[in-house]
């Protein structure tokens, strides 16, 4: 396997906490998560809060509550980089020392005029590099009243090589890369240097990433290197797009991995599908996280965008429901059923046996909530349905099944069986007697089987829902 190092796996996962956890983000998280499990290695969450305009405690918190519903738990961390300011500044300290970073006085309205310089003249804007040293230059005056930032001394010549674990070998010259800022006036490191950092600190071997950072890849390989550091390979994994092919938006629905949970899927659900979403194990899409920790290599990532399709996430998600433990469904559905006037008082129906019959036919759990609403309020039908289905004709025959309820044992066959002989007695088609009980017991017309839903129901709730409609 191409992918796979002679040091112990140690990979990580390092969001910016400048908004909630994507499923781009997600599906990152899961495949350096189930590499590291795959060989034993070691899971790091690194938070990358030096943004400090966009940063929010609020967002960090939605990346922990994702990760913890998700269930991809970090072997280390979480690790905050504005906790870890004092090593910045020291290993800049140390670059300035040795040649590798200068200072430069440059003024912000300075670099873009000279880069307006380059785009005139059909070059490609980049610093002229006014302030970095060199044999037999003679530098500027020190601006008095300006305070430098702190630019890396990329080479100058040459390139940077790198094999892709999933796009194969990518070279880029040295000459399209200019100096990189690496601290900032007021001292605080950027982006790019506190990721080299901190990868070189934590002992990263693989970084699996998006494929937007492909172009701070030779950046942060040129900083390693002159850092003396072991560069860990690298993976950039495509984008998932819409199933327009657009690039995944609000619009396309919920792209937060918490708008999940609340739209009633579940995590083992979620993994499963994003775990398809760009690799692939032969022809399996049904699969268990110990299955897939097992398979999951860096080889079979596909180098296309995945689509984001929502139907075959309803499809995993019925799936993963149909073997859900029915208490568990029930204590996902339960809040969602009050917040919509759902009554659970003494004799109400047993929850988890509802869910029990509800669940092979739901995509998510606020599917089966929603359907279960009928077993937890007074009906309420509609008048002119009762009218239409609650006739003098059948008003008999709602009285004979409304006695032998007092007399039947009380589960489901026997209720079928029962069913049938008032049929038989008064000479009815089953619609004739289910759509009238199914209207005032539950309301509306569209129920489960009718034997299930009265055994659910029990036999003091069938009859109290009855007897305001048969004497």
């Known amino acids: 396997m191409t992918s796979v190092t002679s040091s112990p796996v140690r990979t990580r996962f390092a969001p910016s906490p400048t908004g909630y956890l994507h499923l781009g983000g997600a599906r990152t998280a899961l495949f350096s998560w189930a590499f590291a499990r795959r060989f034993g290695g070691t899971f790091i969450l690194r938070i990358e809060d030096t943004d400090l305009e966009r940063s929010t405690p609020e967002a960090v918190q939605a990346i922990i509550d994702g990760m913890q519903w998700l269930g991809l738990a970090h072997d280390e961390g979480p690790f905050y980089q504005m906790r870890r300011m004092d090593r910045y500044r020291e290993v800049i300290a140390q670059m300035l020392a040795q040649g590798t970073a200068y200072y430069c006085y440059s003024s912000p309205q300075e670099v873009e005029a000279m880069r307006e310089r380059q785009r005139a003249a059909g070059d490609k804007p980049r610093y002229d590099g006014t302030w970095r040293p060199a044999q037999d230059k003679t530098l500027p005056?020190?601006?008095?009243?300006?305070?430098?930032?702190?630019?890396?001394?990329?080479?100058?010549?040459?390139?940077?090589?790198?094999?892709?674990?999933?796009?194969?070998?990518?070279?880029?010259?040295?000459?399209?890369?200019?100096?990189?800022?690496?601290?900032?006036?007021?001292?605080?490191?950027?982006?790019?240097?506190?990721?080299?950092?901190?990868?070189?600190?934590?002992?990263?071997?693989?970084?699996?990433?998006?494929?937007?950072?492909?172009?701070?890849?030779?950046?942060?390989?040129?900083?390693?290197?002159?850092?003396?550091?072991?560069?860990?390979?690298?993976?950039?994994?495509?984008m998932i797009l819409g199933a327009d092919g657009e690039k995944l938006s609000k619009r396309h629905g919920a792209v937060s991995v918490m708008d999940y949970p609340a739209q009633g899927y579940l995590p083992e659900a979620m993994l499963n599908y994003l775990a398809r979403l760009g690799w692939s194990h032969g022809d399996e899409e049904v699969f268990s996280m110990e299955q897939f920790c097992g398979w999951f290599d860096l080889d079979h990532l596909s180098k296309s965008a995945a689509q984001f399709n929502p139907e075959k996430l309803n499809w995993l998600n019925n799936h993963y429901i149909k073997l859900a433990d029915n208490v568990r469904l029930a204590q996902l559905a339960q809040p969602l059923m009050e917040r919509e006037g759902a009554q659970f008082t003494p004799g109400a129906p047993d929850l988890a046996a509802v869910v029990g019959l509800l669940k092979e036919r739901a995509n998510t759990v606020n599917d089966i909530a929603t359907a279960a609403l009928i077993f937890y309020r007074t009906p309420a039908p509609d008048a002119a349905l009762v009218a239409q289905h609650v006739t003098p004709a059948i008003t008999p025959a709602l009285a004979d099944f409304a006695a032998r309820c007092g007399q039947v044992e009380w589960n489901r066959a026997a209720l079928a069986a029962m069913i049938k002989e008032v049929l038989a007695q008064h000479q009815l088609k089953m619609p004739q007697l289910a759509m009238p009980l199914r209207l005032l017991l539950a309301g509306q017309l569209q129920t489960p089987a009718i034997d299930a839903v009265l055994e659910l129901f029990g036999r003091e709730n069938v009859l109290a829902r009855l007897a305001a409609f048969v004497k």
């Open 141 to 238: 005056p020190v601006p008095a009243d300006r305070q430098p930032v702190v630019r890396f001394c990329n080479p100058l010549d040459g390139e940077v090589t790198w094999d892709d674990v999933v796009k194969g070998p990518i070279t880029i010259s040295n000459q399209e890369m200019d100096d990189l800022v690496i601290a900032r006036p007021d001292g605080t490191p950027t982006y790019n240097f506190c990721v080299v950092v901190d990868d070189w600190d934590m002992g990263i071997t693989h970084v699996i990433r998006g494929d937007d950072h492909v172009n701070n890849t030779p950046r942060q390989i040129n900083i390693l290197k002159a850092l003396g550091a072991p560069l860990p390979l690298y993976g950039h994994v495509p």
